[in-house]
Antibody, heavy 117, light 110 residues
Framework: QVQLQESGPGLVKPSETLSLTCTIS?????????WGWVRQPPGKGLEWIGN???????YYNPSLKSRVTILVDTSKNQFSLKLSSVTAADTAVYYC??????????WGQGATVTVSS | QSALTQPASVSGSPGQSITISCTGT?????????VSWYQQHPGKAPKLMVY???NRPSGVSNRFSGSKSGNTASLTISGLQAEDEADYYC??????????FGTGTKVTVL
């Protein structure tokens, strides 16, 4: 069965770039599907960040588009998130997920990222 | 990017049925049959409960059902159980190949 695991620094300084990686097990990222990121600020709701197709085509939330990059690394069976110029408002739990035409059906456990000096 | 609108909270007694609404626009909920619902327990990742408006993934109880009318989608939980107490989020495809979540609804079992 497909499993996802987020990894990356838990603390990022303001104005720097947040970087997270999602490692996939049980499935080859090169085969199919969309893969993406969702975040949840403390005590708040879910926010879709963006998706990447296995071919590398990306789709981003318009409100974050200028700061977000999602990439695929097929050699490591991973995909990554980079969010630049972070502020305290970017403090959140970041989830990676698998998206099919049946919805976001597999999720990672989440990675907590705090933006603070 | 504006979120879909959900009631902040809904409650019911064990065994009762409750319905959570999710209101959007003709550019998202009303324009596509790509509405999904997610259950999230505290400190846990969301779990897909319904996709494509009314379909349930394998393993999800048939007590959960989805529907849509116009720009509003709904999730009904019948035979409410203590384990259903959680936050619920709707999500919809939106034009320009983007996605949007609802504001979230806290379900309390009395």
């Amino acid at each position: 069965q497909v499993q996802l695991q987020e990894s990356g620094p838990g603390l990022v300084k303001p104005s720097e770039t947040l970087s997270l990686t999602c490692t996939i097990s049980g499935y080859s990222i090169s085969s199919n599907y969309f893969w993406g990121w969702v975040r949840q600020p403390p005590g708040k709701g879910l926010e879709w960040i963006g998706n990447i197709y296995h071919s590398g085509t990306t789709y981003y939330n318009p409100s974050l588009k200028s700061r977000v990059t999602i990439l695929v690394d097929t050699s490591k069976n991973q995909f990554s998130l980079k969010l630049s110029s972070v502020t305290a408002a970017d403090t959140a739990v970041y989830y990676c997920m698998k998206y099919t035409n049946s919805g976001m059906d597999v999720w990672g456990q989440g990675a907590t990222v705090t933006v603070s000096s | 990017q504006s979120a879909l609108t959900q009631p902040a909270s809904v409650s019911g007694s064990p065994g009762q049925s409750i319905t959570i609404s999710c209101t959007g626009t003709s550019s998202d909920v009303g324009g596509y049959n790509y509405v999904s619902w997610y259950q999230q327990h505290p400190g846990k990742a969301p779990k897909l409960m319904v996709y494509d408006v009314s379909n349930r993934p394998s393993g999800v109880s048939n007590r959960f059902s989805g529907s849509k009318s116009g720009n509003t989608a709904s999730l009904t939980i019948s035979g409410l159980q203590a384990e259903d107490e959680a936050d619920y989020y709707c999500s919809s495809y939106r034009s320009s190949t983007t996605y949007v979540f609802g504001t979230g609804t806290k379900v309390t079992v009395l």
